[in-house]
């Protein structure tokens, strides 16, 4: 907070002569300094930045020091020089002399360490002074100590100063104010002021700019216009300064209206009131008012300021208009601004909001000087438009190369960079980075450290992250529920949600993520309680929340209530998209393309997303002709080629079908590069067609293309073992032991009286109620084998090999799951199980088998499809697995 208008080594001024006119200039135009200057700032560096010494003692300076006795007089001449450091050792040297000291010498010294901005050295003083001085502190030591502790932001030794002193003037009330609105402490400013008000001061127009914002912070209208009143009441309604604070006031509170009248009233207006209004429409989402001003602005030849085209300009990347910000930096580059650090900052923030990484890496390549933002704009222009390695390559040669010490934020950015690459690596370092500088005690330094852990799998680290910051927000929040979700954590995600709404009010994203782990393991009930919560708060139609719920009731299989919602958001082309996957994943192909006819005849244009889910729907439908009749007309519907996500759908689409020939020739006939996921579907349509010569070609080529995921190393271990080639088998496990992949753990979901219980394969002896479940399985074994099955074979697996594997690969952890749910729901209700694995056919069958004896309907969705067990019998008509597959060869 700055109280004289003579910065420091910027006047060609005597040093002694700035020093002179500081000290004796301490009128209420310093107030005007100190109180005018709005919001805080960023939060100050923690303390381990200081490079400060403590003072030293004199005695090992003595012999420098004039032979003859130290006086006042003499402190006074070192302290109107500036001289910070033989001051005080003059000082100390009067002390252990036991000269006295007076208090204008003290005043001085406040003065000057304020001035140097010496805090070590401020403290210091204050601490003599208390020694020195048993009376109340004096009116003029006292302000000089409250100007020096708010000047370097210590509120708390301010308000020790201010209940020390003996007697205060409007000056202290306003500076001691002033010093709790720019620490962010806007209500404890607003208590100060009606205390001020209580005990007989009168507020001058330096108090009220202050106040006026603190109120804009706190965001509270009823005591907005209660001070505006306050305003009018004083006579201050035609002050310049004082109507753009209320201005500033009235848009932070979202009364733009207001503002604009106050605005239009105005006789005499300054580039701060234009600046105000311009930015008060930005601020409340009403771009286009303000650049209609901001061009009224110079249609009436006002020149703007730094502030002003920093607003426009961050306007202009706010409606993503690229041609208006073109004309906006062509205009910028013809005023004395073009060089300017901060406008080239915010071109380049543009530029990268409209997706002109091109023109802003150009843009920072021009730049005369940069800073520490210049370059993290940078690093952030290259993460948000899906360029981390080119972020990260920044980042380095900013380090390496330039030697500038990266921020909060510049970690933050970079880290979301190691996020999006899962880079560990670098991640760990950028840690070990921000502990060492102390910019890990940053709440958005620990959100991004949470987020890169969580993406680079490592959640135990993100939880440790999580649980050493003070502070949490909604940020931290949500970045761990949705890092738990991302690694298969979901009931711990759920937990973590219920703890934070005890204390936090979690945003939109929050609901999402939560959302988003109910759908995964089928928690239906839970599900069911965030929607409540949502349209108790009234953000039902916010964001994404609208087709978050549709996709867990859908993912859930509860289709009578994901109608419901979707009729509530039919205007959404992502909603129809939801609505179509749900179909595909039940192969009720027909269904998806009547779907497809009602959104044609709802104007919907559909995008990429909904040719996806339709060439699905038809995949799994065996509805070949329809699907090859739709892909063929993308480019009609699109106005654009296919992609590669649609090319891969064609390729499962004739592979199922058991046209292996025809999808390798048409991956051939491709126009473009074929990627993993088109030769995966090939892959894995030779898995059910237990062709293994092309198999192996389409896995050489996936692992030509990368190392691939776990799921194409599982595809081409279920092709050789469904061959009995298990030495193969073997040679891939080695592979994916090498390569770090490890299979997930069977596991299943099942939800009873709204809570959810999730089995793992080989954990059956840890659950509370694991004899009663093997006895409940025990007895179908046993029925199984009464009615001429192997029941405690699982009825259908004959040797030991593929009893290996369908335990490698399915788990059979949907078996406790069911006996679970058996055990603990109402007879005759449906039994929802949710696996992480797919469903082999010994489960299949066991499954099918309880359906019929339990006369239950049951239904597991595994990572294919759905199964609905009925009677004896499934939806998938028994043609996805290994063994039918075997029998009708």
């Known amino acids: 907070m700055a109280f004289s208008s003579y910065p420091p080594q910027t006047l060609s001024v005597p040093l002694h002569r700035q020093l002179h006119r500081y000290y004796h200039s301490r009128s209420y135009d310093s107030v005007n300094q100190v109180l005018g200057s709005g919001f805080p700032p960023k939060p100050l560096k923690p303390a381990l930045f200081l490079v400060l010494k403590p003072p030293q003692s004199s005695l090992d300076t003595l012999t420098s020091l004039p032979a003859q006795k130290p006086t006042n007089s003499g402190l006074l001449q070192l302290c109107l020089h500036g001289n910070l450091a033989p001051a005080l050792e003059y000082l100390d040297s009067m002390r252990l002399l036991k000269a006295p000291i007076e208090e204008e010498s003290f005043i001085a010294l406040v003065r000057l360490c304020e001035f140097r901005r010496g805090r070590k050295e401020g403290r210091y003083v204050y601490q003599l002074v208390l020694e020195s001085l048993l009376s109340p502190l004096s009116l003029r030591l006292g302000n000089a100590l ?256 330039k030697g500038i010490v990266a921020d909060e934020i510049t970690i933050a950015s970079v880290l979301s960079a190691c ?67 991302i690694n298969n954590q979901c009931i711990e995600a759920l937990s973590f949600f219920w703890q934070m709404i005890r204390t936090t009010k979690p945003n939109s994203v929050t609901l999402v993520s939560a959302l988003g782990a109910c759908a995964r393991i089928g928690a239906l009930m839970c599900g069911k309680e965030i929607h409540a919560h949502v349209l108790k708060a009234g953000t039902g139609f916010d964001g994404f929340l609208p087709n978050a719920i549709l996709d867990m009731y859908v993912r859930c299989g509860r289709m009578r209530p994901a109608l419901h919602q979707f009729n509530l958001n039919k205007t959404d082309v992502g909603a129809w998209n939801i609505l179509l996957r749900g179909y595909a994943r039940r192969g009720q192909g027909a269904w998806a393309m009547e779907l497809y006819r009602r959104m044609l005849n709802s104007h919907i244009v559909p995008d990429d997303i909904t040719f996806v889910s339709l060439l699905c729907a038809c995949s799994r439908s065996g509805m070949v002709t329809a699907g090859l009749e739709l892909f063929n007309s993308i480019k009609t519907r699109r106005s654009g080629n296919p992609n590669l996500k649609h090319y891969a759908c064609i390729v499962d689409l004739l592979g199922r079908a058991g046209e292996l020939e025809k999808a390798y020739e048409f991956i051939m006939n491709m126009p473009i590069q074929p990627d993993q996921a088109v030769w995966g579907a090939l892959l894995n349509a030779c898995r059910l067609h237990r062709h293994v010569q092309l198999g192996e070609l389409a896995a050489h080529n996936i692992f030509n293309l990368g190392a691939g995921s776990i799921g194409y190393y599982v595809l081409l271990c279920n092709l050789y073992s469904d061959s009995g080639k298990w030495d193969q088998v073997i040679k891939v496990r080695e592979k994916m032991k090498e390569a770090g992949l490890v299979l997930d753990p069977g596991c299943s979901w099942v939800e009873a009286k709204g809570k959810v219980h999730a089995f793992l394969t080989g954990d059956n002896c840890h659950h509370p109620q694991a004899k009663d479940i093997n006895v409940v399985l025990e007895g179908f074994y046993e029925k199984m084998k009464e009615a001429g099955r192997d029941g405690q074979d699982f009825g259908c697996i004959d040797d030991e090999a593929d009893r290996s594997k369908a335990e490698m690969f399915c788990g059979h952890s949907e078996r406790q799951a069911i006996a679970f749910g058996l055990i603990n729901t109402a007879p005759g209700l449906p039994i929802w199980v949710t696996k992480n694995l797919y469903m082999c056919r010994s489960c299949h069958s066991l499954v099918k088998f309880i359906s019929k004896v339990v006369r239950r309907e049951i239904s597991v969705r595994d990572t294919e499809e759905f199964h609905h067990f009925k009677d004896g019998e499934c939806s998938c008509g028994d043609e996805s697995y290994w063994e039918e597959i075997n029998n009708k060869r």
């Open 419 to 485: 996020a999006s690459l899962r880079n560990l690596d670098i991640g760990v370092k950028l840690h070990k980075l921000a502990t060492r500088t102390g910019l890990a005690s940053y709440t958005i330094v620990a959100n991004s450290l949470i987020d890169m852990y969580s993406k680079c799998n490592s959640i135990d680290k993100a939880l440790d992250v999580f649980h050493q910051i003070p502070e949490k927000n909604v940020v931290s929040w949500t970045s761990i529920i949705d890092g738990l979700r």
């Open 146 to 401: 409250l100007s020096m502790f708010v000047r370097f932001g210590d509120v708390g030794s301010a308000w020790n100063v201010f209940g020390r002193m003996g007697e205060r003037n409007l000056f202290s009330w306003n500076v001691l104010v002033g010093g709790y609105a720019k620490g962010g402490f806007f209500d404890d400013a607003l208590c100060l002021y009606h205390r001020m008000l209580w005990i007989g001061i009168r507020p001058d127009v330096y108090t009220f700019p202050c106040i006026l914002r603190s109120c804009g912070g706190a965001q509270d209208i009823v005591r907005a216009r209660e001070l505006h009143a306050h305003v009018i009441r004083f006579g201050f309604e035609s002050e310049v300064d004082v109507v753009n604070a209320l201005i500033t006031m009235y848009v932070k509170c979202g009364e733009v209206t207001m503002a604009g009248k106050l605005f239009d009233t105005m006789f005499i207006r300054d580039t701060i009131s234009w600046n105000a209004m311009i930015s008060g429409f930005f601020e409340n989402g009403d771009c286009l008012r303000g650049l209609k001003l901001f061009f009224k602005m110079r249609e009436l030849s006002i020149n703007p300021d730094l502030m002003t085209m920093t607003s426009v300009i961050s306007a202009c990347g706010l409606l993503g208009d690229n041609r208006l910000g073109r004309e906006i930096h062509g205009y910028v580059m013809r005023t004395e601004l073009a060089n300017d650090v901060s406008v080239s900052n915010s071109l380049i923030e543009l530029y990268s909001s409209v997706g002109q990484w091109k023109e802003a890496e150009k843009l920072f390549s021009g730049m005369e000087s940069r800073d520490i933002v210049s370059w993290t704009a940078l690093i952030s222009c290259y993460e948000d438009n899906s360029l981390p390695e080119k972020a990260l390559e920044t980042y380095l040669n900013m380090e390496v190369v």
